[in-house]
């Protein structure tokens, strides 16, 4: 399993990320209607925004009225001229909403592969070829190197893993043989069938276990019957369990050592995860496994479980950061949006200002009108994103997702991005009303009168 992991250590966070996106553009079949789905989602919602703003704000008037004339004025102002700002804010809703729907997918995702390394990381030490090596056909650990290893001071026990290429027609999948050590079982959380007869068939030889996006692409399930291509010819085994796995998006068959000895001639050992005594000092031993392997014919890496995880998780962060590109885009033509409407408006208002300013609106009080307007604006935009947002992370992780890879995500609903969403409306529509606030501040009451 480390193996995967290890590639995993970037190949979990790059494959999860990577198809991630191109589920959203809906490369499977299934993801296509996803996607039309996710486009119905959101232009629909710009008409609902635009509805449900005329009636939240005409709701708003009474709550203005208790802020003050300025209060009044600024909610009446926004609903009296819905035909400029209901399309700003329905675009800065859209904004928000993927903003949203990105940081609860993300989140989501992080947080199930979280669980998933904690987990499956059972091992304390964990052996491997460098990833240029390990990836190759056949790559295989020394033998001699194996067993200093598995034999060294403070070791109590190992896991053998064999990680091979696994051809099948939906693409290369890959099959993995275990020498599982009895601390190495709670490493599987099983999506189907019962976990202990699993594994007991599992170390009988009785079954292979497969992942879950192998099950999905092959369209198997527990009690049924997978054919692999072995060295005594086609062999068909029996679907033992369904385990979740996020470490490859074309699927895992894990087949018991024996039982992969058996059926094939090769004895190879790809990596290896080393379970130390209880009392043992996890540096010193660490220290003596490096020792040993400084010997070696072969360049091999050695980590702890602590640091395979972090890895993995750095690489998952920074494979996922290209989404803050993505949020960003759509809050610029959301500011745009804004800021257009806000021209439009303070053109269309110019007389009804000048007429203000010359009855007795200082321009600081105009200053604070335009502010209440867009401050309402974005806070509407924030509240309506919301329930938006969460529809649009539904379907990417429960739609595309499942219909694309077969991966089971748990949706996690972060307050921080839901904090974050309404805050970033509220800011972008403030920050689009400065230059048009600036603009009516200094309308002339002479020119508004010369135009009454």
Do not use: C, K
């Not at 000048?354 to 604070?368: C, E, F, H, K, S």
Request: charged letters at 20%; a neutral charge; glycine letters at 10%.
């Amino acid at each position: 399993m480390i193996e995967l992991l290890r590639s995993r250590g970037a190949s979990t966070a790059q494959v999860l990320a990577a198809h991630a996106v191109e589920g959203l553009v809906a490369i499977a079949p299934g993801a296509v209607a996803a996607g039309i789905g996710v486009v119905l989602l959101v232009e629909g919602r710009t008409v609902a925004a635009t509805v449900a703003l005329a009636a939240g704000l005409a709701l708003a008037a009474v709550a203005g009225a208790l802020v003050g004339v300025l209060g009044t004025m600024a909610v009446r102002d926004v609903v009296r001229s819905l035909s400029r700002t209901a399309p700003a804010a329905a675009s800065l809703v859209v904004a928000v909403s993927v903003t949203v729907g990105l940081g609860v997918m993300i989140d989501s995702f992080r947080s199930t592969v979280g669980r998933w390394l904690e987990r499956t990381l059972q091992a304390d030490v964990y052996v491997a070829l460098p990833s240029t090596v390990a990836t190759r056909a056949g790559g295989t650990l020394d033998p001699g190197l194996v067993e200093r290893l598995v034999t060294a001071p403070g070791v109590e026990g190992a896991s053998r893993y064999r990680n091979l290429p696994l051809p099948r027609q939906e693409g290369e999948a890959r099959l993995l043989a275990l020498d599982l050590h009895p601390r190495g079982e709670v490493a599987f959380a099983f999506a189907g069938g019962d976990a202990a007869d699993a594994m007991r068939r599992f170390r009988a030889g009785e079954g292979v276990l497969v992942s879950e996006p192998f099950a999905f692409r092959e369209g198997v399930g527990v009690g049924d019957t997978v054919r692999l291509a072995t060295d005594r010819g086609q062999a068909a085994l029996p679907v033992a369990g369904v385990f979740y796995d996020y470490g490859s998006d074309r699927g895992v068959v894990m087949m018991e050592w024996e039982l992969y000895e058996r059926l094939h001639a090769d004895r190879g050992v790809t990596s290896l995860g080393l379970f130390l005594e209880p009392a043992a000092d996890r540096d010193a031993v660490m220290d003596g496994l490096r020792a040993r392997a400084a010997g070696a014919p072969q360049a091999v890496s050695i980590r702890s479980n602590r640091v395979l995880r972090e890895a993995s998780l750095e690489v998952f962060d920074r494979t996922f950061a290209i989404t803050a590109v993505l949020r960003a885009l759509a809050f610029v033509v959301a500011f745009i949006g804004v800021l257009g409407a806000l021209m439009a408006l303070q053109l269309e208002r110019g007389r009804e200002l000048g007429v203000l300013r010359a009855t007795g609106l200082t321009p600081g009080q105009v200053w604070r009108l335009v502010t209440a307007q867009t401050g309402l604006l974005g806070l509407a935009a924030g509240l309506l994103s919301l329930p938006a947002g969460l529809a649009l992370a539904w379907l990417m992780i429960h739609v595309v997702n499942r219909r694309s890879f077969g991966w089971t995500v748990t949706m996690e609903l972060p307050p921080s991005v839901f904090l974050e969403a309404v805050a970033l409306a509220v800011a972008g529509a403030l920050l689009a009303g400065l230059y048009p606030a600036w603009r009516m501040a200094r309308t002339s009451p002479a020119a508004g009168l010369r135009e009454e």
